[in-house]
């Protein structure tokens, strides 16, 4: 989860919640509240490309391992201090980002 209320996860969840979006169906998150981001820098990471295609054909293969959902197509987030909104996701990571600087001054 990132500061803004949107998701970073595993490629396909924004496609299962633009879906979801479409059939009117609410998107719930379920994480930890510590897996909130103080930041909106968006995690990168790739696979390895011949793990989807290894073959001659002179093609670029992007082989991405995680996708950004807006936080519009999210009606929540369930974490152990509760159902969190968007307000609370950010109340979340300022807490998040205050603690982090907490830590730099030691």
Do not use: C
């Amino acid at each position: 989860m990132l500061a803004d209320g949107s998701v970073v996860s595993k490629v396909g969840t924004r496609g299962v919640a633009l879906a979801a979006a479409r059939e009117n169906v609410p998107l719930w998150v379920v994480a930890a509240a510590a897996k909130i981001r103080p930041d909106e820098r968006v995690h990168t990471e790739t696979a390895d490309p011949t793990d989807l295609y290894d073959g001659d054909a002179p093609v670029r293969v992007v082989t991405p391992v995680f996708d950004h959902t807006p936080a519009d197509l999210v009606a929540g987030v369930v974490t152990e201090r509760g159902v969190l909104d968007g307000d609370d996701v950010r109340a979340v990571a300022a807490q998040h980002r205050e603690n982090a600087r907490w830590a730099e001054r030691e």
